[in-house]
């Protein structure tokens, strides 16, 4: 019964919305008729007509000359091993095998520092806020080594690895810059006013990748003779700038819409500037600003992947070079799909979480 | 003999081009209540604005207790201290709960531990008579009751002067009662209070002194008996007319 009421609720939504007129029924058609096309297409290549680790001969595939798409041309879809033989240097780069354990334990670890961040109703939510301040140190000794652990230097640190590294780090030491930023630009003071001005407009006229050769050219002229700050410092260093300046702007937005009487009405109660600040101005800002951040968030995690033009192995550097290697050369797509989904994975989680925050700081306001 | 604890000489102030206060001279003495009104533009909200110095005023001077008030941002904090002030917009914080607007500045300007100001909040919500919508956000009160809050809030940095700047006039009608019935116990109690308001019920309930400003100047000052009922200027005798007979 229920089952009969439920698809005749699904016919009047069809014929409401897909078959209302004769030009909406034909583009219905057509559009289903591509999205069948693209997904058959897709998922015969991708998986009915892959190669995973053997061939359909069923040999365990240990160069190109294996996949059966190069065996008999035409009839076989990806040959996936590329992925597997190299799958640990997407992860981790070319940091030694018996230190990865460090590795997979920050990698264990990022989603409790962030969860606090992210949602206000979780168990233990102060506990985890105190985790979350302390994983940047434990997360760099962890790393990069210090007492009684083995140095890793940056130059082994890839893949995936130095994706998150620098999205995530560039996003955390931007957030405060940029609240400094933008408060700055909205000051009294006209020369504190006039340097936040300049260098936002500055960063934001300037793309990624010459803020990046800059940084990697230019950082040792600032710094004594001697001190020469490794490449992903460098990266990262210029991450975190460009994504300052994004973020600044984005907070800015939020610090408009809050009305003039907010903060007369705190300063009139004799809180300081500062106080009526960090008390009534920055939190309403903030929690308008949340989705272009999330938005700029999303767009620097991508943007992350320019870092290999300064010779460092992001998750797409690791990618070229394992096309570069002459056993497994050609296999284009199968590495880029393979990119393109661990990228999208985040992205989409990170979209979908700005979804989420929307529709909860409506409610939130509505109540 | 009264004590004087505001007293405004020769201000004047402009926006550019715009001459807002023009030679303002006013004596506020302990325990006063003083009704401003006047049309819009008048200068009247500029006026109190300027005696908490949410706008500074350039020429001229300002003494609230004895202590002028300059761009010294010492002084601004210790007056404000002193001075409450309560918006015709309520301008309460919408992201904190009714109590958490009250026991702000006590717990961060006068440095009160949270129970203690908690418990003065809610002495002040039971003066403004809705102790129960304490633990609620603003969002979810009516306006006349936003403006109480707003009232208690100010109340509970434990001012020594009370400023309106046209606390009713967001109000709807039925409101407006309820928040003029507080004001008025206030007034009752001694405080010292400068209300700008076209409530003309209000001021002849309460004041002691009328005020009536136009493009800038203080035009009449008077008793209210005198105010209302023999009025010397021709454009107080227009406003007042033109305000009691609608």
């Not at chain 1, 005749?8 to 583009?27: A, D, E, P, R, V």
């Not at chain 2, 350039?58 to 918006?87: A, C, P, S, W, Y």
């Amino acid at each position: 019964m229920s089952s009969i009421v439920y698809s005749n609720k699904f016919l009047i939504w069809s014929k409401k919305n897909l078959f209302s007129s004769w030009i909406n029924t034909l583009l219905t058609v057509l559009s289903i008729y591509f999205i069948y096309e693209v997904s058959v297409f897709f998922l015969d290549w991708a998986v009915f007509k892959a190669d995973f680790l053997t061939n359909f001969r069923g040999e365990r595939i240990i160069d190109r000359t294996f996949c059966s798409k190069n065996i008999e041309p035409g009839s076989y879809g990806a040959c996936w091993a590329i992925i597997h033989v190299r799958f640990y240097q997407f992860m981790y780069g070319f940091y030694p095998a018996a230190e990865v354990w460090r590795v997979n334990l920050v990698f264990f670890l990022l989603p409790f520092a962030l969860v606090a961040i992210f949602f206000d109703k979780v168990p233990f939510r102060k506990y985890l806020l105190y985790f979350t301040l302390a994983f940047p140190f434990i997360a760099f000794y962890l790393l990069y080594g210090g007492p009684s652990l083995t140095t890793v230097g940056t130059n082994k640190w890839g893949g995936l690895l130095v994706t998150l590294f620098l999205g995530v780090t560039g996003i955390a030491l931007a957030f405060p810059l940029s609240i400094a930023l933008a408060l700055g630009r909205r000051s009294n003071m006209p020369i504190i006013s006039l340097l936040c001005v300049i260098f936002i407009e500055f960063i934001r006229g300037v793309p990624l990748i010459t803020l990046l050769f800059t940084a990697n050219v230019m950082l040792p002229l600032f710094l004594p003779d001697g001190v020469s700050p490794d490449n992903l410092l460098r990266a990262l260093v210029a991450v975190t700038l460009f994504q300052s300046a994004y973020m600044a702007e984005a907070i800015r937005g939020g610090l408009q819409a809050i009305p003039r009487g907010q903060i007369e009405a705190a300063r009139s109660m004799g809180l300081t500037y500062w106080q009526s600040t960090r008390k009534i101005v920055l939190p309403q800002a903030l929690r308008i600003s949340i989705p272009p951040i999330v938005n700029t968030s999303i767009g620097l995690f991508k943007d992350t992947s320019l870092v290999l033009i300064i010779g460092l192995f992001d998750l797409l550097g690791i990618g070229r070079a394992a096309l570069a290697d002459m056993t497994w050369t050609k296999l284009y797509y199968e590495v880029y799909v393979f990119v393109a989904i661990v990228f999208f994975i985040f992205c989409f989680a990170m979209s979908r979480y700005s979804l989420y925050l929307e529709k909860k700081l409506k409610t939130d306001n509505s109540s | 003999m009264s004590e004087q604890v505001i007293t405004l000489e020769k201000v004047n102030k402009w926006y550019d081009d715009f001459h807002v206060l023009k030679d303002i001279d006013l004596v506020v003495n302990k325990g006063q209540k003083i009704v401003i009104c006047g049309p819009s533009g008048s200068g009247k909200s500029t006026m109190i604005r300027c005696i908490n110095r949410l706008e500074a005023h350039q020429e001229g001077k300002i003494f609230v207790h004895g202590t002028e008030l300059t761009g010294d941002l010492k002084n601004i904090d210790t007056i404000r201290r002193e001075v409450g002030m309560v918006f015709q917009q309520f301008n309460l914080f919408p992201h904190l709960s009714v109590l958490d607007n009250i026991s702000l500045a006590p717990i961060w300007v006068k440095k009160m531990p949270k129970k203690e100001a908690e418990e003065v909040a809610m002495t002040y919500l039971e003066k403004v008579k809705i102790p129960e919508q304490a633990l609620k956000f603003p969002g979810q009160l009516s306006g006349g009751q936003q403006q109480r809050v707003a009232i208690a809030r100010s109340l509970a940095m434990n001012p020594k002067i009370m400023l309106f700047d046209e606390p009713t006039s967001a109000l709807d009608p039925e409101m407006i009662k309820e928040v003029l019935d507080v004001m008025i116990q206030l007034a009752e109690e001694g405080m010292t209070m400068l209300v700008v308001t076209h409530e003309m019920g209000f001021a002849k309930t309460v004041a002691d002194q009328m005020i009536f400003m136009d493009e800038g100047n203080i035009v009449e000052q008077a008793s209210p008996s005198e105010f209302f009922n023999n009025p010397k200027n021709d454009r107080t005798k227009l406003f007042l007319s033109q305000i009691l007979n609608h």
